[in-house]
C-alpha cells in the first residue's frame, strides 16, 4: 500500500524548490511572533503582491514545501501496513463508537477512537478531529466531555469520525512519549497523513468527501494537514488562525516551517494554500483570532476571490467568547460540515429550526482505552520519541 500517494510526492516530482532542513532558532517563528499592526500590515503588502491566481498558486507550492523541508518529511517513503488494533464496540444512541490504534511508523502507535452512525447505506463522508493542550491528564482532547458530544453527532449526522491523540498524550505518555519533542510537529503531521489512510480503509468511507477540524494546538494540525494532503475536501480550523500568532508549542512551531533561508509566511498564508476548497475559520474575541473579521478572513476571501469562489470561505466570529470548542462553535462546525459533506443536520435540529446535543453517553477515560490487560501494549511497539527510525 503506497501511503504517500498525496501531495507529498506530488511536491517531491514536480517542484524545483529546494530549502536547506534546519533547527536554529533564527529560522523559528513561535508564539506572538508579530506585533498586531505589524502582521496586518505584511496581511495587506502580501495581497498587493499576488495579482492573479498563478501568482497565488507559485507562492503555495513554496509555502507547502517550507512545511515539508521544515520538518524534513520530504525523505519519507514508508509502504508499511496499518496493524491496526480495535476493541470494545458499543452501540449507542444513534452512532456506535469502538476504541482503535494503528501504527504510523515501526512501533509508532497512534491512539483514538472510531465513531460511525449506525445505520450506514453507500457510501459517506469520513472527519479527522485532532486536538490541542489541556492541562489535566484525566480531562484532555479526545476524552472531554464538549469533544465526545462532538464526535457523536457528527456520526449522528452520517459521517465516520476518528479522534487521535496528539504525540505523547494519553496512553502513550504513560509509556515514556514526550509531548514537547524537538521533532513532535514532524510526527503529529506524519501521524495525521497516517489518519486519513486509516479512515480511508474503514468500509464505506467515501474518498471525495474527508474533513479534518481542531481546536487550538489542534487548529495547527488543521490547516498543516489541509495545506499538505490534497485528499483533504473541507478544513474548519477552530480558534487557531493568527496573522501575528504562530503557535506557542514545539508541536506547532518548534520547527522551521515558517521560515527558511528563501521564505517567510505565517498562520494565514497556510491555511489559504487550502483555496479554492472549503474552509470555516471559527474565531473569538479573547485570544488570538480575535482580529478574524478585520485581518485574516479579508486576506482568505481575497485568496479564494482569485478562484472566483469567495463564498467558499467563511468565518463565524464570536467576540464575547473564549479558547474552546464550545457549544456556539460546535453549532457553526455542524452546519458547514453538513453543507459541505452533505450530512443530515436534521437528526441535531428541532422543529423550530435550533440544533440540539442530546442521548449521547459521556465515557471515561478507562472506557476509551485501547491498552488493558486484555489488550496490551504491543511487544514491537517503541515507548519514547528517541526510538523513531526516519530512515526508511
Known sequence: MKLLRTVFLVLLTTTTYSFAQT??????????????????????????????????????????????????LQKVRYQGDLKTIRHSWRKQK?????????????????TGALYKPLKIKGKIPVILSTHGHWSKEEDYGRFRKDAQTRFANFAKMGAIVLAIDMVGYGETREFGWE?????????????????????????????TRVAVTGASGGGTQTILLAALDERITVSVPTVMVSAHFFGGCVCESGMPIHKSKNHQTNNVEIAATFAPKPQLLIS????????????????????????????????????????DYGWSKRQAAYKFLAKHLDLNLSKLTLRDGNIQEKDILIESKEKLRIFDENHPFPESAIKTNEEIDWKL
Open 179 to 207: 509531548h514537547k519533542h524537538k521533532e513532535a510537529l514532524k510526527l503529529q503531521i506524519w501521524n495525521c497523513v497516517r489518519a486519513v489512510d486509516f479512515l480511508l480503509k474503514e468500509e464505506f468511507a467515501d474518498p
Open 23 to 72: 533547527n536554529s532558532s533564527d529560522m523559528l517563528c513561535q508564539g506572538n511572533y508579530y506585533e498586531e499592526a505589524e502582521a496586518a500590515k505584511i496581511l495587506k503588502e502580501l495581497m498587493g503582491t499576488i495579482k492573479t491566481q498563478e501568482d497565488w498558486e507559485k507562492r503555495a507550492k513554496i509555502i507547502r514545501q517550507g512545511i515539508l523541508d521544515g520538518v524534513g
Open 284 to 323: 473569538d474575541g479573547d485570544d488570538w483570532t480575535k482580529n478574524n473579521p478585520e485581518v485574516e478572513y479579508p486576506f482568505m476571501q481575497y485568496i479564494y476571490g482569485l478562484y472566483g469562489q469567495k463564498n467558499m470561505v467563511e468565518n463565524v466570529h464570536l467576540p464575547e467568547e473564549k479558547h
Open 94 to 110: 444513534g452512532y456506535s463508537v469502538e476504541n482503535v490504534a494503528f501504527e504510523s511508523l515501526p512501533g509508532v502507535y497512534v
